[in-house]
Structures are given as C-alpha cells and as structure tokens.
C-alpha cells in the first residue's frame, strides 16, 4: 500500500498525483467497507444483549442464560455471565446447571479470553 505525505505530494507529477490519489480512493473505499462491517456486527450484538436484558428486567435468570446458549455468540454469553456473576445472590444449584452448557461451548472458543471467563467461573462456583 503507498501511503505518502502532503509533503512528499507537493513534489510527484500528475501521474503520480493521479495514481496517488486512486490509492487514497480505494483506501477509503475499503476503510468504509469494514467500518460498515462492524456497524452491523454491534447492532446484531446490540440487539441480542437487548433480548438477554429483558430476561433480567423479569428476574428471569434462567430465560437470560437459556437465550444466551440458543444464539450462540460467545461474546454476548460473556457479556451475559459476567453480568451474572457480578449478581452472586441469585445464583442456585438450578443456575449452576444451566450455565454448564453455555460455559462449556465457550471452551470450545479460540479465544483466549474466552476460556479464561471460565476457568473464573469454575473459581467463582468452588
């Protein structure tokens, strides 16, 4: 990729300047292209935290962790249990079991940060 300063600019021909130019164009091109990409990946997280915060706005613990296996995205299940955690007084010997499921897909996960939330978790429950 040939990226050049305003300085450098001042001194191509304008067939450089041209080439220069189409360089930026498809640069920015692209720039937009991954900028839209991550626009429609946080709006789709956005609403599945959205279904996940209904379930607690019922106290419905279960619902919450129940939704959070069924869509399969392991970043709003991180979201999800960290939330979870953090409210300590509602977790049951029932929950214990719910979250199993959707704390052992996360080790299926190859992120790091991931398995890490669940090495937590399994601290969090001794």
């Not at 990226?3 to 930026?24: F, G, M, P, W, Y």
Request: include cysteine; hydrophobic fraction near 40%.
């Amino acid at each position: 990729m040939l990226l050049i300063n305003i300085e450098q600019r001042r001194h191509l021909s304008t067939s450089e300047k041209e080439t220069v130019s189409a360089t930026d164009e498809d640069i920015i091109a692209d720039l937009v292209e991954h900028h839209e990409q991550f626009l429609v990946s946080l709006q789709s997280r956005l609403t599945k935290l959205q279904v996940i915060h209904r379930f607690w706005q019922r106290n419905d613990v279960r619902g919450a962790i129940n939704a959070m296996e069924e869509m399969s995205d392991h970043s709003v299940g991180i979201s999800g249990s960290s939330v979870l955690r953090e409210k300590s007084d509602v977790i049951t010997l029932d929950i214990c079991t719910c979250l199993l499921p959707p704390l052992t897909g996360l080790l299926d996960s190859q992120m790091e940060r991931y398995a890490r939330n669940v090495v937590i978790w399994a601290y969090f429950l001794l």
